[in-house]
């Protein structure tokens, strides 16, 4: 990504298009053809539904990246080549120096390198409350009316179904798809987007994650934002709707376990490694920081003496 940002194009299309180049050259095969006389979103939007074909856990790109500039028929996640940027990706307050100063020369550089060893300032800190692969032993007997949302398969059912809403928002459906749960079935268990030859189990299963999305869906739009109320209708509701009941119970521990999903103590959703999550020891007592100046959460593990490993 950093050679395609670095390159000079002078339309925004030159360089959606140049993504086809540079992942041909890191051997992704399963890449559809260019036509280079479709709009720019669905230029993107093809692109994506390759890379899913060839790593399906690259789902985890479904994040908003621009504030629809580019257009309606441009998904969230397209980044806008538009907005003018520096091509030095390193933020201004980055000092290598043994005297780090902001880019404003006056107020106190937010990270510096010293001795191989890097000190941040302005973390927001987070942690890993729950791997959601332990939730396997959640029981049907376990989904009753009035569930909590501090319970953790309170906690879990909302999560996940917020986690699944966001990339809804981020991917459109394709052609062969007829409905946007069966869509974002398809991306999240890891299926081939447009492949119409399904399975009676596949058919099964998507059937079931319709009606647990449904289920969700319906209780986010009575309960609004308020976490009690949605936990407790949508608890309510598969009582008395079997699949959509049995879909959670098994989501928990086979969609979960394949995504490498975890839950934190602000009920954020994230993916993690095999060697973060899942594992007989656990990692529930791991840190998330959100560093300034950093793209992407960092999980942190103790190091001794109040220090931390990344």
Request: proline letters at 5%; a negative charge.
């Amino acid at each position: 990504m950093q050679q395609l940002w670095e390159r000079h194009a002078t339309h925004p299309n030159d360089k959606a298009y140049a993504l086809y180049g540079i992942l041909k050259t890191v051997q992704v095969d399963k890449l559809a053809p260019v036509d280079y006389s479709q709009p720019h979103g669905t230029v993107y939007y093809r692109l994506f539904c390759s890379l899913l074909c060839w790593d399906a856990s690259l789902v985890c790109l479904l994040v908003d990246a621009n504030s629809g500039s580019l257009g309606a028929d441009t998904p969230t996640w397209a980044p806008d080549w538009s907005i003018p940027c520096s091509e030095n990706w390193l933020d201004s307050s980055y000092a290598y120096s043994s005297h780090p100063t902001s880019a404003s020369g006056s107020s106190p550089a937010r990270t510096a390198i010293s001795d191989h060893r890097l000190t941040v300032t302005e973390i927001l800190y987070d942690a890993c409350a729950v791997s959601l692969p332990s939730f396997a032993a959640v029981r049907e007997a376990d989904i009753i009316p009035g569930l909590g949302p501090a319970s953790p398969a309170g906690q879990t059912m909302l999560a996940l179904h917020r986690w699944i809403a966001r990339a809804c928002r981020g991917i459109r459906v394709d052609s062969a798809l007829d409905s946007t749960p069966k869509a974002i079935a398809t991306v999240l268990m890891g299926g081939e987007l447009g492949d119409v030859q399904v399975v009676a189990a596949r058919k099964k299963e998507e059937q079931e994650f319709s009606d647990w999305y449904r289920v969700f869906s319906d209780a986010c739009a009575a309960g609004g934002r308020e976490d009690t109320a949605v936990v407790a209708a949508a608890a309510a509701a598969m009582v008395a709707n079997e699949r959509a009941r049995g879909y959670f119970v098994r989501c928990c521990c086979k969609l979960a376990r394949k995504r490498g999903l975890f839950l934190t103590s602000k009920r954020y959703i994230g993916t993690g490694p095999v060697a973060m999550l899942g594992s007989e020891s656990g990692r529930e007592e791991d840190v998330i920081a959100q560093i300034a100046g950093a793209a992407a959460p960092l999980v942190l593990r103790s190091w001794g003496n109040e220090e931390f490993s990344i």
